[in-house]
């Protein structure tokens, strides 16, 4: 059972406005959230994570935002611009040894 | 500048036939990581080791195994490849403590006929 979900397969944007890209989890004891972006025929690379000690984090045009009661997180991309298309995964883990990762979205800026 | 290299980036193999996937990393990690990623699933852990010799089994370890000899080095064997193991292999690694960051490799598309 898919204990990390993305429920979006696909988002597309115009260029300059937000993304919001989510992803949904169940295991209660996760502790640590990460997003990795991912360009095809490339291996994922990191880009902004959350412990579970914060709501929120903040690095230049990214933030992620978790919502433990709700069991939800999200990825905001303000403002998107076309080397911003990709894959995006979220992934969970609890105390660093096993991560799980969701489904993924692509996401599309267009011009 | 952490690298994951992977032995290859496409292999064709046939039926039965015994596969290894080589993955070095450069940064004295501890901890390193085979995934399979397949369309509609993710990413989905096959099996990880948090030190030399070690190993863990992750979601999907069936039809798996590995070999950690050298900390930089991990490899993931296909005993007896079967045509449902036609994936995307990632490798990854990460150190011990700090941000949970993993680092991936290239990965390596296997096709098995």
């Known amino acids: 059972d898919q204990q990390v979900k993305q429920n979006s397969p696909s988002l597309s944007v115009q260029e300059g406005r937000i993304s919001i890209l989510n992803c949904d989890y169940t295991n209660s004891m996760f502790d640590y959230f990460l997003w990795y972006k991912k360009y095809p025929a490339e291996g994922p690379t990191f880009l902004i994570s959350i412990s579970s000690i914060k709501d929120k984090n903040e690095d230049g045009r990214f933030t992620v935002f978790l919502n433990k009661s709700a069991k939800h997180l999200s990825l905001h991309i303000v403002p998107s611009q076309p080397g911003d298309s990709a894959v995006y995964f979220c992934a969970a883990s609890d105390h660093g040894n096993q991560f799980y990762f969701g489904t993924g979205t692509s996401l599309t800026v267009i011009p | 500048d952490v690298k994951v290299t992977q032995s290859s980036r496409y292999l064709v193999k046939r039926t039965g036939e015994k596969v290894f996937l080589e993955c070095v990393q450069d940064m004295d990690h501890e901890n390193m990581f085979w995934y399979r990623q397949d369309p509609g699933l993710g990413l989905r852990l096959i099996y990880f080791s948090y030190d030399v010799k070690m190993k863990e089994k992750g979601d999907i370890p069936e039809g798996y195994s590995v070999s950690r000899e050298k900390k930089e080095r991990f490899s993931l064997i296909l005993e007896s490849a079967s045509t449902n193991q036609t994936s995307m292999y990632l490798c990854?690694?990460?150190?011990?403590?700090?941000?949970?960051?993993?680092?991936f490799g290239p990965g390596t598309r296997l096709t098995v006929t």
């Open positions: 990854a690694s990460r150190q011990t403590g700090g941000t949970y960051e993993q680092y």
